[in-house]
């Protein structure tokens, strides 16, 4: 039977043998070789006419709670940031929505509209959870609907359309009138003035 000193002496031969080829494997170049390949479908070309003009952002800490009979209710706490932008879609103008004279042109805008909506998840976070259990993903999944239809809501109650128009009147009118030397007046499509376009 062989001595500790020996057996202690053999297991350290080992690791030394070991750890010298591991040592030697990470010397040594890289001879693998990397793949990447992609399956890429152009699904849908989208022709885009939308002058944007103004973006809100926003911060919204939010608290989604479902309520249960008997067992303690889940919550989920994310802090959202978001944005929304004001545009006019240029594409529906047409020939018919410009008159002129000697001095003054006359533009009819379509109404602004807001072209987008969105969550940056990049600046979003899950701050908090509790008793969500197996439901968490599903919980933290209508948080963020939520918090998405709120920006959407809190643009509208802070005027975006009606700032969209006031850079629409400071961008476009020193452009046209640029272009045609002449006073330029915009106005837009309303139940006022020209129908909306389809």
């Known amino acids: 039977m062989k001595q500790p000193k020996q057996w202690i002496a053999w297991v350290l031969c080992v690791i030394l043998g070991i750890s010298s080829f591991y040592f030697w494997k990470k010397s040594q170049p890289d001879t693998s070789t990397r793949r990447t390949t992609h399956q890429i479908l152009l699904t849908e070309v989208e022709h ?34 978001g ?20 001095a003054n042109v006359t533009v009819y805008l379509p109404e602004p509209e807001i072209c987008y909506h969105k969550i940056d998840h990049q600046k979003s ?12 993903a599903q919980l933290i999944d209508e948080a963020y609907r939520h ?22 009147q400071k961008i476009l009118v020193p452009l046209f009138a640029s272009l045609t030397g002449k006073k330029i007046h ?13």
């Open 48 to 81: 885009l006419g939308k002058m944007e003009l103004v973006r809100y952002q926003f911060r919204d800490i939010v608290e989604h709670e479902q309520v249960k009979q008997w067992l303690p209710n889940s919550r989920v706490l994310l802090i959202v940031s």
């Open 83 to 102: 944005e929304a932008v004001g545009c006019l879609d240029l594409s529906q103008i047409d020939s018919t929505d410009i008159s002129a004279d000697s």
């Open 125 to 136: 976070k899950v701050y908090n959870t509790e008793y969500a259990f197996m439901e968490e």
């Open 186 to 198: 915009l106005r837009y499509r309303n139940r006022f003035t020209l129908p909306q376009k389809h």
């Open 147 to 168: 918090a998405e239809k709120q920006i959407l809501t809190s643009a509208l109650q802070a005027n975006i359309l009606a700032q969209t128009k006031a850079n629409a």
